[in-house]
């Protein structure tokens, strides 16, 4: 490969960076490598929850379900949780929605986020 194109399989690639495929997490010089978006291809085992609940969020985010059942959790201010359940479900996000989310079923889901802010990510679920 060279750094104007890059061929991947999602699921593969996705074990490296937590799913993130494209995003600030890539080296420059990478054609993943981008300040303006992350992707993530993110597999859940039914029960796999977040960490801790993202707060003081400074991007936007659409999650898209690809398979299962995955639920969102947001604050009832911002129209409450948002239960996906069929394939192509998906919500969208701003800046300031606090939210977490929990797999109810093994579920696959696509999020892309903007912009890409590097020191913004979830700690790793191996960390104590």
Same mark, same amino acid.
């Given at each position: 490969?060279?750094?104007?194109?890059?061929?991947?399989?999602?699921?593969?690639?996705?074990?490296?960076?937590?799913?993130?495929?494209?995003?600030?997490?890539?080296?420059?010089?990478?054609?993943?490598?981008?300040?303006?978006?992350?992707?993530?291809?993110? @597999?859940?085992?039914?029960?796999?929850?977040?960490?801790? $609940?993202?707060?003081?969020? !400074?991007?936007?985010? %659409?999650? #898209?379900?690809?398979?299962?059942?995955?639920?969102?959790?947001?604050?009832?201010?911002?129209?409450?949780?948002?239960?996906?359940?069929?394939?192509?479900?998906? @919500?969208?996000?701003?800046?300031?929605?606090?939210?977490? $989310?929990?797999?109810?079923? !093994?579920?696959?889901? %696509?999020? #892309?986020?903007?912009?890409?802010?590097?020191?913004?990510?979830?700690?790793?679920?191996?960390?104590?």
């Amino acid at each position: 490969m060279n750094n104007r194109v890059y061929k991947g399989n999602a699921g593969k690639d996705a074990l490296d960076d937590q799913g993130w495929l494209l995003g600030h997490f890539k080296p420059p010089g990478d054609i993943r490598h981008s300040t303006d978006v992350e992707i993530k291809w993110g @597999v859940h085992p039914r029960g796999d929850q977040r960490t801790q $609940w993202v707060t003081g969020e !400074e991007r936007e985010c %659409l999650l #898209v379900l690809v398979s299962g059942t995955f639920r969102v959790l947001l604050h009832e201010e911002d129209g409450g949780d948002a239960l996906l359940e069929e394939p192509g479900d998906y @919500v969208v996000w701003g800046r300031g929605v606090d939210h977490s $989310w929990i797999a109810e079923q !093994e579920s696959v889901v %696509l999020t #892309v986020r903007w912009p890409s802010i590097p020191g913004y990510k979830a700690p790793d679920r191996s960390t104590p």
